[in-house]
């Protein structure tokens, strides 16, 4: 079992970039497929990225292609999403989750097993 614990949100004016972290504990995060969702108040749980355990695939929401970077390093049971040119629309609070189960859909919640408790990222204009 892995626990998950998220930092690096903020409040960051529309243009401005964040890199949020997420700390994986209990076993190496080496042998989990990895995700970040976000919720934004009223709105359904919604898929931004996904990362293989090598690294050697990536998946993004079409809305952040070219401006989000999800990145992990095994070596420090760390995953990270780098947010760059960030829109009052990205506004919510940011999950990361994680499976060791082979995954048909990487951006359905239920094909992750383990969650963190979210950090808030706020973009005003």
């Known amino acids: 079992q892995v626990q998950l614990v998220e930092s690096g949100g903020g409040l960051v004016q529309a243009g401005g970039s964040l890199r949020l972290s997420c700390a994986a504990s209990?076993?190496?995060?080496?042998?989990?497929?990895l995700a970040w969702f976000r919720q934004a108040p009223g709105k359904e749980r919604e898929f931004v990225a996904y990362?293989?355990?090598?690294?050697?695939?990536?998946n993004y929401l079409d809305s952040v292609k070219g401006r989000f970077t999800v990145s992990r390093d095994n070596a420090k049971n760390m995953v990270y999403l780098q947010m760059n040119s960030l829109k009052t629309e990205d506004t919510a609070v940011y999950y990361c989750a994680a499976t060791e189960k082979t995954i048909d859909t990487v951006s359905q919640t239920a094909s992750y097993d383990y969650w963190g408790q979210g950090t808030q990222v706020t973009v005003s204009s």
């Open positions: 209990g076993r190496t995060v080496s042998v989990y497929r």
């Open positions: 990362i293989s355990r090598s690294a050697a695939y990536t």
